[in-house]
């Protein structure tokens, strides 16, 4: 952790930075899986404005890296939504004269050079990227500044465009990385009030002069490679792909119309999921001015799951459809009642504005500590902890597959494999029965989120999973295991979420629903609990109190 990795890149692009290689015959920006769109993309900006001093074309890279998807466990659904919108960008660049050139690339740990091999084949003396913060990415950008350095000629830029407040900023008075959220939290809404930069808009891109198509090199990048219509290896059934262009239509309007229809319109009754919110109703026509908007109610109504009560913007957040800036900077000037920089939690915008600052928070994180992105706890002494090892995979898969036996968790993790989603309060519930009533180490859960999850993004989901686990930062104590019969029943009053999710025990009324009998779950051909929740909640604290110890 004390060599950070993002700050040994940071050195080294202010050398690459300003190296002069003369104009070239165009400029490069390399986009990558986090930062998909045209609008306030701070590489891309800086890409487009070289180009246009230099008076030489644009050109925008995107590569393929299977191998990658495969090491980092990622999901079939994530990879379609990247496919979608970056056909999307595709035609939007096309029609800025600006080609999207996409390569498919094996293995992984030549993608520096084949990178440089690229730049200099198209005659490019300026590369502009924006940083990702995971290790396995960081890795990749210092070997491609290296090997620049070595070729000679080639300036490389890498930005931060990911977070509101770029990692490595916010430090406390000892000049530290915080651990805990809130006095990180306190100095987010504090740099972002004083400082306009943070949330300071990147232009558009311009377009190309129409005489790109008289250079037969950079003409043959508009047509060369087709965006595939899946990965191999990564397919989705025609019934899921279905349901995701509905519940996530692709692009950077459709990132837009979701924000603005959280800001403005009101929340509708029986929306539980994504195709009921997004495809059925509750588009931005039906705006309001009134006080009771979905953002205005979040703050009392955002940990229901019964319901449509927080945002769903996460996959566009984590493929960088839309910046977080722009999400933070949410403005209702017709009622004047949304500020740019609200921090209070007393307000539904506050808290929203909040949780946009968890996740730069875990980002932060995922900078500073590296050994999170390597599957190791934050708190150390947690490796030795001991986890159930007899029966963990078929306990695994009962919890994978929704059949525990406890309804809210069965329905959530339903609703995951249907829909690729799930609201945070049942992320941390199942999280929570995983790692503390089943005792199954936290890393197969945060793997299969990871599988799973449209918006998969390794900051959010290892800090979420960590917390939840009682291991990582500002966490969960872990004495206060989530009760998951109360969750149930708080969360989910009339049983609508699961009687959608889990429709055997539909005809079950009140508590019945939330904790069946085992009389009754068995006539209904629904499970017994796995576990007994106390017992199981005796068992994690005699472990978490003495890790290490059987
Ligand atoms: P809203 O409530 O509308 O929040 C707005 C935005 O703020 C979100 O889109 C998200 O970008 C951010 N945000 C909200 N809550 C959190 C949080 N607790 N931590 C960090 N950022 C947050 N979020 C992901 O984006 N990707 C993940 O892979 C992911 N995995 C998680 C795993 C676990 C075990 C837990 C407990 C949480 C995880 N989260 C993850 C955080 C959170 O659950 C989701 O961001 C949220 O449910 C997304 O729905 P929304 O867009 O409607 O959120």
């Known amino acids: ?243 995701m262009e509905s519940a996530f239509p692709a692009g950077e309007v459709a990132a837009s119309e979701i924000l603005d229809r959280f800001l403005h319109t009101k929340t509708s009754k029986q929306q539980l999921t994504l195709e009921d919110a997004f495809a059925k109703g509750g588009s931005s026509k039906e705006k309001t001015n009134s006080a009771h908007t979905r953002i205005h109610e979040y703050g009392d109504r955002r940990d229901k799951i019964d319901g449509d009560t927080t945002s769903r913007l996460s996959a566009y957040l984590a493929l960088g459809v839309i910046a977080a800036r722009t999400a933070e900077m949410s403005d209702d000037s017709e009622s004047a009642t949304i500020k740019a920089t609200d921090g209070s939690r007393k307000t539904g915008v506050g808290r929203w504005n909040q949780e946009v600052a968890w996740r730069d928070f875990y980002n932060n994180i995922t900078a500073c500590f590296p050994r999170t992105s390597m599957g190791r706890p934050f708190i150390e002494k947690y490796a030795d902890l001991k986890w159930e090892l007899e029966l963990p995979e078929a306990n695994l898969e009962a919890w994978k597959q929704g059949m525990t036996g406890y309804p809210v968790v069965d329905a959530a993790m339903r609703c995951l494999n249907k829909t690729g989603w799930m609201h945070n309060r049942l992320r941390m519930t199942t999280a929570m029965f995983l790692t503390k009533d089943l005792m199954i180490d936290w890393r197969f859960g945060e793997q299969y989120f990871s599988q799973q999850l449209v918006d998969h993004d390794l900051a959010s989901n290892n800090g979420g999973w960590q917390w939840s686990a009682s291991t990582g930062v500002d966490p969960a104590p872990y004495f206060r295991v989530f009760n998951p019969y109360l969750q149930s029943e708080k969360g989910d009053p009339d049983g609508a979420f699961i009687r959608h999710f889990v429709p055997e025990l539909a005809s079950l009324k009140g508590k019945e629903l939330h904790h069946p009998s085992e009389a009754h779950a068995e006539k209904l051909g629904y499970p017994k609990p796995l576990i007994d929740h106390f017992e199981a909640k005796d068992r994690a604290m005699r472990r978490f109190k003495d890790p290490g110890a059987v």
């Open 1 to 243: 952790d004390e060599n950070q990795p993002y700050l040994i890149l940071q050195d080294m692009v202010q050398k690459t930075k300003d190296v002069k290689g003369g104009k070239g015959e165009c400029v490069l920006y390399w986009m990558r899986m986090v930062d998909m769109r045209l609008k306030d993309n701070r590489a891309l900006a800086k890409a487009s404005k070289a180009a246009k001093e230099h008076g030489v074309p644009l050109v925008v890279l995107f590569m393929f890296v299977p191998q990658d998807y495969i090491a980092h466990d990622r999901g079939a659904r994530k990879i379609d939504f990247m496919l979608r919108n970056l056909r999307i960008l595709k035609d939007d660049l096309k029609k800025l004269n600006i080609p999207l050139y996409t390569e498919t690339h094996s293995p992984r740990r030549t993608v520096p050079s084949r990178v440089l091999e690229f730049i200099k084949s198209i005659g490019c003396t300026q590369l502009f990227a924006n940083m990702e913060y995971e290790i396995d990415e960081l890795r990749r950008d210092i070997k491609l500044c290296q090997l620049a350095q070595q070729e000679q000629g080639v300036s490389i830029d890498v930005l931060h465009d990911r977070c509101v407040v770029p990692p490595g900023i916010i430090k406390s008075k000892q000049d530290k990385d915080y651990s805990v959220y809130s006095p990180y939290s306190k100095q987010w809404f504090q740099y972002i009030n004083s400082d306009p930069q943070y949330l300071a808009k990147s232009p558009s891109p311009t377009a190309n002069d129409e005489s790109i198509h008289k250079s037969e090199k950079l003409r043959a990048l508009f047509d060369s490679t087709l965006i595939p219509d899946c990965i191999p290896g990564f397919e989705l059934t025609s019934e899921q792909l279905a349901h």
